[in-house]
């Protein structure tokens, strides 16, 4: 039995990003989102609607202008060691849905992930973390028996509730496709 994500905590997500539908099941498991690709061709930029890494970082305030600004000092303190999380959007391109669990692991700056569910057989990812940042690159095998790699950045973000959100931006080395997703902490059962 999966657990669901509270729908109050998607309130905040990116332009081009969408809350997941609860109305497909496990079996049916989906990307997260059904967003217009962040890798398409550069006239598809030029829509009205920005890139969802775009988004992001006008979100975050990652764009060279805001670089300077400070962690948020409760995100920098975030322990996600032993944390379970699950998207909550992703791009089209993506293979992450929502039924993918992130088991996480850190010791250190040193971050690691088993992940599987969905269309991922088994997944692993492997990297860094920097106060409220995580790098990484990742791995994994999905339904299809195709492997597929690329790299991440992640920040992080402590909601009100005291769960963390993290937003990614990532891109393939497999394929030519990148794309953007939010995955967020998965309560752990009483």
Not at 38 to 64: C, F, L, N, R, V
Not at 71 to 76: K, L, N, S
Not at 92 to 108: C, I, K, L, M, N
Request: with cysteine; proline share 5%.
């Amino acid at each position: 039995m999966s657990q669901s994500v509270s729908a109050t905590s998607f309130s905040d997500l990116p332009d081009g990003q969408v809350e997941t539908d609860a109305g497909f099941s496990p079996a049916e498991d989906q990307p997260a989102i059904a967003a217009p690709d962040a890798g398409a061709s550069a006239d598809a930029g030029a829509t009205a609607e920005a890139e969802p890494e775009e988004a992001i970082d006008a979100e975050e305030g990652t764009t060279e202008d805001n670089e300077a600004e400070a962690p948020d000092p409760a995100a920098v303190k975030a322990v996600i060691d032993g944390k379970v999380f699950a998207a909550v959007a992703n791009t089209a391109s993506g293979e992450v849905g929502r039924t993918t669990r992130f088991h996480y692991r850190q010791d250190g700056r040193m971050i690691w992930a088993e992940y599987s569910g969905g269309a991922v057989v088994r997944g692993y990812l492997v990297g860094t973390r920097d106060g409220d940042r995580l790098d990484f690159r990742y791995s994994h095998l999905n339904i299809n028996l195709q492997t597929a790699n690329g790299v991440c950045a992640s920040k992080l973000e402590v909601l009100d509730d005291g769960s963390i959100r993290l937003h990614e931006t990532w891109q393939w080395e497999s394929r030519p496709e990148r794309g953007t997703s939010v995955v967020e902490e998965i309560p752990a059962r009483s």
